[in-house]
Each structure stands twice: as C-alpha cells, then as structure tokens.
C-alpha cells in the first residue's frame, strides 16, 4: 500500500468515528518561540489539549508534516529520518483509552489487515505519579491480544511529553512483529534489535507537567501518533523506509549518477534532500540561526555526501525533480513552488561549494596535525575556524572527523562562540523544548505586537507586505515581511509611531470564529491559507488589523507599553526583517 494510500484510509476512518479532519500546520510553527520545529501532531494543538475549544469540536484527526533533528546525525543508517508525517487522531475531553484502543485495533487489522498475531503491545506499569494501566491492559485483552503479547514498563518507554514541561501522560504502544528471531530470550517490544518495530503510540494525557511536579489536567485527552514512512516500509514489506515509493525514485537515480558506491551517502542526500524540501515549502531559508540554521546543516551535509558520491553538482536540479516528484501526490502544495524551492537549495549549494573544497583541505592539515600529536583530538579552535572561515558547521567537522576516526574537542566551543551564541546550535537545539504552554505574558504582549506592526507596515510601506514569519522571546520579538528595499529612517520612524499610536488608544482585541472562506472574504491576514481548518479564528484588533490566527492575544493594546524598532535587516530574497521591544 503506497503512503498517500495508508494516509487517505487513516483520515477516512477517523471521519467515519465523527473525527473532523483539520489540516497540517507548517513545519516551522509560526509563533511559538519555544520549538523551531514541530515535532509531533500534538504541537500545534497544545492550546486545546489544556482546555481551549477547538473550533472543529473535540475529536480531530489530521497528518502533520513534523522534523525531528536529535538524530539528525544518525540519518544514513537503514532507518532514522529528519522529517516524516504523523498520522494522529485526538480526543479533546471526549473519548479516553477504551475506545481509543477499540479504533486503533480495528484500524491496524480491518483497514491495514495486519494479521493480529503480529501485534505485541505496551503499556504503564505504574508509579508514584500515575497508577498501572489497567485499563489499557483489559482492553487489550478484550479486543484479542493475548497476555503474553503485552508488556508493562514505566516512564522510559510509556510515558510522553514534549521535552520538559506540558501537557502528558502513560501511553500504550502498538508493535508490528518482524518475525525475526529473539535476541536473546529477554527480547521484548522495547529492545532495539530490530525484531519490534512501534507503529502506533496512543498518549493519555491527563497530567500536565511543571517544574512543581505533575498536576492533572481540566479534561482527560487522547494524542495519538503513526509514523507514515514506517508503516509504509510494513505494508510493502520492505526493510528500511528508503526502499518505498517516496525515496526509491532518487536512490536509484544517485545509484545511476554515482561514481563511488556508498549507500549511507545516497541516503543521507535523499533524506536531507526531502527535509529540505519541505521546510523550504513552509518558508524556511538558510541561515546561521534557528530552523534557518538546521535547513543549511541539512543542505551542507547534502552537498558533501553528493560530493563523496563523486555526483556532478550540475544533475542537482534533475535530483531535486525526481525528489519533489515521488511526494508531490502526498504535497501537491510543491508544484506550484517548486522553482523556488529549486533556487533555494541550488543557491545554499553554491555558496557552500566555493568554500568546501579549501575547508576539506584546511580539514585534512588540522586532521594530520591531530594524528601527528598522538592525542587524536581535533582542537576547539580548529572546528571553530572550519565553520567561521570555510561555512563548515562543527556537527560536520566532527563527522569528517570520525570517519578517520578523531574526535573534536567541543569543551570550549560555546565561549569561542560567545558573541555569536544566536548562531550556535547549542543555542538552537535548546530550544526543542515545551510547546505553546510555556507561554508568558511577555509572549502574548509580543505576539499582538506583531499583529500592529504587520498593519502598521501594510499603511507605510504598501499593501505587498505580508507576515513571513515571526518569532518571539520573552525579550524581544521578530518579525519578517515581503518588501524589497531597506527600510529608510523615516519609514521606519512613521511605522514605530503607528504602532505606539494603536497602543495609546487602547483599543480592544476581539476573536471570533468563522468559515475559513469568509474569513478571506473580509479580507483577514493569513500567512499559509492550507493550513487553516475549515473553521478559524479570526483576531481583530479596533478596526486596524483582522487575522487568521490561533492566538493567545491581549485583550487591550493598551497593556503593550513602548513599541520600539531595534533593527532593519535583510533576511532573504525580498524578505526584510525587523527586531523589536516592547519597554
Ligand atoms: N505525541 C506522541 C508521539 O509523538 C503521540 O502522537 O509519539
């Protein structure tokens, strides 16, 4: 069963079960500060999980579009991926574990008619902070998995959260059986040798998680998520997910094109090749900073595997074709971008190729340096050269590294990196924690903010200036915007007065719900229309500014205080950004 096929049977099923089917939102959330990516369906939904209503009810089903980079460095082995879809349903308060287990069992064996003995499944065994499963456990019994085929464990391996804080709780987890033998006879569900694949993970989530410890929620939710590529590779019984339809077109094009024959390169090229493409396709750009940063390591890391491959740089637009074709039934999205996408990853490749054949050599003399001393430990200072000189991000320098098998010392990284600790991937990754929930009444203040600036804009500058994109901090807020040319004082004098105008007149935020096609009809701001469900909120502010958007807002612009224009800036083709504080 090809993925658009298990994807189209997964939404209908959930429809049938009343599930209203809501889009996916971008990969790259557009104001949540606190993630760069979204890393599972349940992210864009966090509002509604702790109790807001969701304006298409309280069962939804949808497939989100998600990139988790943790293991961006084990990408080339037979099975990890930077981006893939989540397929998931939610429960907002309405249904619990029963029924859940009752659609997800029926789901696997009726509609994906995997043979019930291929199941083992897992569930809580208990703590101080939440009883053992029990519930789980009889219904799985009732609906025919045996006793011997599930398993307890504890916070490990059925527990979920997204990173630190937020909304949580046990989950059960679902298992296709390879039919490999045993490892060892201890081997169960939560070894990785492979024998056990986790296809499905149904989250009960009724905890919310604080520094204080675990408090219960206002509702008892259900999150579930199945990983499409994964559940792919099963169904067309194939061993790792580059074999399926959406990578085998452009393995077997690098197999054709290659000179050197290394299949951990081919699949690196199509994998950051595809998570490139799509974060593109949300509006992501190369850049030394956040998701911007993570898409140029992915892109780097592509052309240096391209390279190893001994691949023509020039066959990089046919591979990107090939690439975009094999997804484009899944994302049809991709079409209509397809030659900016195209530009984007050809002009990244570009810019890295004049400097990757001196920072390769400039590599060597550090690695032979590191080799004649004895100690085989490439310094900090070199990686930190490598990537200020040469554009060589340190996570590739340690990789060119390990293949001759040095390592680089990191200890002093950061302080080298001190004055640029934005462009850090430390600094970056932190940032993979918490969700919507960890945010703060600055955030909100900030995040109305970019609403008056976006209209504020619109009157000084023109009406072709729409929100690219925006992210916030408790500090300060960015905001980025088509325009063509840099800002003069004066405009942006004009702007900052606008704002504090609107601030000064106190007018009040108001949010109501509308058809999604009435909302355009009004003529509210929206930054990617597919991405909204049918029904959407709508922010207005006095009658300056209506827009599509999730919130949390503040109630009165009077509460913002005193806007003010740091910084006026490029931040890519057509794009400016400006940098802002409220005092
Ligand atoms: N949030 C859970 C996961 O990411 C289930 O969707 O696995």
């Known amino acids: 069963m090809k993925a658009i096929e298990i994807r189209n049977k997964y939404l209908n099923f959930f429809k049938k079960h009343g599930h209203s089917i809501i889009p996916s939102a971008p990969v790259i959330p557009e104001n949540d500060p606190s993630v760069l990516f979204n890393t599972a369906g349940m992210q864009p939904l966090v509002p509604y999980l702790l109790g807001q209503k969701h304006p298409s009810g309280t069962r939804l089903t949808d497939y989100q579009k998600c990139i988790r980079t943790v293991d961006i460095d084990e990408v080339g082995d037979n099975r990890h991926l930077t981006y893939f879809e989540m397929l998931g349903n939610w429960s907002l308060g309405d249904y619990f574990k029963e029924e859940s287990i009752e659609m997800s069992y029926e789901f696997l064996t009726k509609e994906l008619n995997i043979p019930a003995e291929k199941i083992s499944v897992t569930c809580f065994k208990g703590d101080e902070d939440c009883p ?45 059986d390879t039919g490999k033998p045993k490892c060892s006879p201890e081997c169960n569900p939560s070894c990785d040798c492979g024998k056990y694949i986790e296809i499905w993970n ?9 520094k204080n410890g675990y408090s219960k929620l206002k509702q008892q939710n259900v999150d579930t998520g199945l990983g499409l590529e994964r559940m792919a590779m099963i169904l067309q019984g194939k061993e790792t997910p580059f074999e399926t339809e959406l990578f085998s077109p452009v393995m077997k094009e690098l197999e054709k094109l290659q000179k050197i024959d290394i299949i951990e390169s081919r699949r690196i090229v199509a994998e950051h090749l595809r998570s490139s493409i799509m974060i593109i396709n949300d509006g992501g ?26 691949i023509d740089l020039d066959k990089l637009p046919e591979i990107i074709d090939i690439s975009i074709d094999a997804i484009k039934e899944m994302y049809p999205e991709l079409l209509d971008r397809k030659e900016n996408i195209k530009k984007v ?4 490749k570009d810019k890295f ?29 070199a990686v930190f050269n490598l990537y200020e000189t040469y554009g060589f991000p340190p996570e590739m320098t340690e990789e060119l590294a390990k293949e001759q098998n040095l390592e680089v010392d990191m200890k ?34 900030y995040h109305t903010a970019t609403h008056l600036l976006n209209a504020a804009l619109k009157v000084v500058l023109g009406d072709h200036v729409h929100q690219k994109g925006s992210n916030i901090t408790p500090e300060r807020m960015r905001f980025d915007f088509s325009h063509n040319a840099k800002m003069t004082d004066d405009e942006k004098k004009q702007v900052e007065d606008l704002v504090n105008k609107w601030i000064s007149d106190k007018l ?25 469900p049918d029904i959407v909120t709508v922010y207005s502010i006095g009658n300056i500014s209506k827009e599509l958007c999730g919130g949390p807002h503040v109630k009165n612009t009077g509460d913002l205080g005193h806007f003010k224009i740091k910084k006026e800036e490029a931040s890519s083709a057509g794009v400016r950004r400006i940098k802002a504080i409220l005092e």
């Open 345 to 348: 990853i050809i002009d990244e």
């Open 132 to 176: 053992r499963d029990e519930v789980s456990y009889e219904t799985w019994k009732k609906v025919g998995i045996p006793e011997e085929r599930i398993y307890f464990f504890g916070k490990d391996d059925n527990w979920w959260i997204a990173g630190e804080e937020g909304p949580c709780g046990a989950d059960t987890e679902m298992f296709y």
């Open 202 to 210: 149904n989250v009960f989530m009724e905890f919310y998680k604080d």
């Open 285 to 310: 750009r190369p850049s030394n900073v956040d998701s911007g940063y993570i898409l140029r390591r992915l892109l780097r890391r592509m052309t240096r595997h391209l390279n190893k491959l001994e």
């Open 412 to 445: 002093d990284y950061q302080k080298l990196f001190k004055e640029h600790q934005e462009k850090s991937r430390l600094g970056s990754e932190q940032k993979f924690k918490g969700g919507l929930a960890s945010t703060g009444e600055m955030e909100i203040k």
């Open 353 to 381: 190729i004049k400097t990757l054949k001196n920072g390769e050599r400039e590599f060597e003399k550090v690695a032979n340096r590191a080799k004649n001393s004895g100690k085989k430990v490439i310094e900090t200072q």
């Open 508 to 532: 009040d935020v108001t949010v109501e719900e509308m058809p999604k096609e009435e909302a355009i009809k009004t003529g509210a701001e929206c930054m990617f229309i597919e991405k909204y």
